[in-house]
């Protein structure tokens, strides 16, 4: 890799810190050797409410849960969404009783990061890409106001993060126009990025590294209360997340982070002359 190019990768990746900046403090990423300092976020005007949304409970606090785990860790509110149990997951144990068990574990790992779980329970595999859902997910985005939503990237083999995608999308939207009238009011979320999720990688690109070194332990406390979490439904998870946070952090110089996608409008920059 050229100096240029480093240079220029280090400087995105400082811009999109700055889009994700969550808490009190600044999030400060030392010099690396030979290599221009990062830009980095201030510590005004700082989203303090994340809200993940998920096809699975799995999805929400493997691949999301660490963003909502810094936010409360710093203050703020975290909520996580899942559309479906993931009841199908099992192939030893009847949905009915692994849904149940997921949900379970939900609430209990939402509660070691502070956070609230949420659930819809549309059928594991057969999330609907319907009005009815796109309705259901804008009034809880107008019920807790999130400034920042993560969610699924839509370069998924998976049929239920695909609809998830979709849901959100159409949500959001909903959720931002006063003249929709629903329960309550509209609310514009500040911010949209996908997860890095193992089962979303055709053309997720990332642009924003966060810096989850003080949240690491307790989301993989958190994540740990899954059955599924050490590979008992066939991938491991605990060593794939895990060591994704390390080579993450190695990127952007963070001990251990995770990295996110922004959609392209919110790419966008706008220089005004001077």
Known sequence: MTGSTRRNFLKEAGAGMAALSIGAGPLQASVMPGRPSNETSSSQDRPSNIMAIAAHPGDAFFAMGAPVALATHQGGKGSLLSLSLGEKGSATILPAQYGEAQ???????????GAEALFFQYPDGEVPVSDEA???VCDLIRQYKPDIIVTHWRGSWHKDHQACYDIVQDAVFYAALPGLVRKLPAHSVGKLFFDDNWED???FVPDTYLDITPVFERWMDACAV?????GETGFRYNDY???L???RGCVCNFRKAVALMSPP??????VRAL
């Not at 899954?226 to 050490?230: G, K, L, S």
């Not at 409008?265 to 706008?270: F, M, Y």
Request: hydrophobic share 55%; proline share 3%; aromatic share 12%.
């Open 265 to 270: 409008e919110q790419r966008v920059r706008h």
């Open 103 to 113: 949900r379970e574990a939900a609430q209990k790992a939402a509660a070691l990061i």
């Open 134 to 136: 796109k309705f259901a």
């Open 245 to 247: 946070a390390v080579a």
């Open 241 to 243: 997340y895990g060591s």
């Open 226 to 230: 899954f059955p599924m979490w050490r």
């Open 201 to 203: 990688a055709a053309g």
